[in-house]
């Protein structure tokens, strides 16, 4: 289960890790975010950059190193990662990849809802969703050909994204192939309720009965 951190937002650990390399101010900590791609591999509001640095310091993850001047710019913090700081990091990796959390993904939403829409509206839909998604694949598999001198540690998270990428294809296309061979269980009922706009005694039930909980 996961721990109630003083810091939450995953932008902390985005800074976190960034400052442990070397002290530098925020502005500089976003375009090194963003240069590594940062927010394609979490949830990042940028506009909350400040905030998180300053609960960071509050709570002692973070320590002002000094200030910088460039130019005519405004006078710029300067942060250095504490030994506390390097504790939180590490235990929050820790957790991250040792405790497994169930994630809930839009798709997952979508589906769960799915008998609104039709079979051949699904099938439609679906389809559209592979070629965005074989297209996003391989663009991805592009870009991690054009990496091979990049060390393969800091190419991780890239390959299991296109790995569950690649694995909800897979299921994508199956789905869509029971659909329109006719093997997909209770695809009568699912056609005949949109057809006719009644709900067939059956679903009806199920759906008085409710889902099994996970």
């Not at 394609?40 to 200030?67: C, P, Q, R």
């Not at 990796?93 to 839009?106: A, F, H, T, Y």
Request: proline share 5%; aromatic share 6%.
């Amino acid at each position: 289960m996961a721990k109630r951190r003083k810091v939450s937002n995953l932008l902390g650990l985005a800074v976190l890790s960034t400052v442990s390399v070397k002290p530098m101010h925020p502005y500089e900590m976003a375009s090194l975010m963003r240069e590594r791609g940062k927010d394609h591999d979490m949830d990042i509001k940028w506009g909350s950059l400040y905030t998180v640095v300053g609960n960071l310091e509050k709570h002692g993850f973070l320590a002002v190193e000094g200030s910088t001047r460039e130019g005519a710019r405004p006078e710029r913090t300067v942060y250095r990662i504490t030994d506390a700081g390097l504790e939180e990091l590490a235990d929050w990796v820790r957790e991250l990849i040792g405790v497994p959390e169930r994630e809930r993904p839009r798709f997952e939403a979508g589906l769960s809802v799915l008998g609104a829409l039709g079979p051949d509206e699904t099938v439609s839909l679906l389809r559209g969703r592979l070629d965005t998604m074989e297209r996003q694949i391989a663009d991805e598999q592009a870009a991690l050909d054009a990496s091979s001198e990049v060390p393969r540690l800091f190419l991780v998270e890239s390959e299991y994204d296109l790995a569950i990428r690649r694995a909800e294809a897979a299921w994508v296309r199956g789905f869509v192939a029971e659909i329109e061979d006719g093997s997909l269980p209770g695809l009568d009922l699912w056609r005949t309720f949109h057809e006719t706009g009644k709900v067939p005694p059956e679903i009806a039930e199920l759906a008085e009965r409710g889902a099994p909980e996970d």
